[in-house]
Structures are given as structure tokens and as C-alpha cells.
């Protein structure tokens, strides 16, 4: 079970959370430039990293704010909690992506 650290509320369990998937993915711009392939990766393409991972994750049954977690998928660790918007902490990744 994972104890995450809600920069608003503190430390919670994690059946208070949801994680919305990969952090950091850049909309291609602008939209009518954008290729087919291009919107297909953007919506579809998503990494599957096996050690350091960067999540979006909210704490839905709380205060409902979006943040960002490092998080190694080998062990479960969480590494750091960081604001949406807030580049990624440079971590070590230790493993390979």
C-alpha cells in the first residue's frame, strides 16, 4: 500500500487517489498543423518505464488538486511530490526507460 503525501492535506492512503497517467506530455501545437500521427501519439503513445516514472495523480476523495509524482514502478517508491506546471526534480533513474 502506498502513502502519498497530498501537498495539500498531508500523507493519505492511496484508495484516496487516482493516478491520471504519464506527467509532462506537451500538446502539439498548433492544431492545424497537427498530423494524424502526431494527435494519435499525443493521445495514445505513452511510456511504460520500468524504474522512475513522472504521474499526474489526484486526490480525488480529498481536496481534489492535481499534482505530480516521481515514482519507481520496480519498487514502489515515491520519490518526490511536486505542483502540476513545476518541472520534473532531477532524479536519478537507475533503471532503464
Known sequence: M????????????????????QAHITR??????????????????????????LERWVHAAGCRQWFNVARDTVTHEIRAVYPMGEGAPSLTTGAAQ
Do not use: H, M
Not at 502506498?2 to 497517467?21: S, T, V
Not at 494524424?36 to 511504460?48: A, C, E, I, S
Open 2 to 21: 502506498l502513502l502519498i503525501n497530498c501537498p495539500c492535506c498531508g500523507p493519505r492512503d492511496e484508495f484516496e487517489f487516482r493516478c491520471g497517467g
Open 28 to 53: 502539439p501545437e498548433p492544431p492545424e498543423a497537427v498530423s494524424d500521427k502526431q494527435w494519435g501519439d499525443y493521445l495514445f503513445t505513452r511510456v511504460n518505464p520500468k524504474g522512475l516514472s
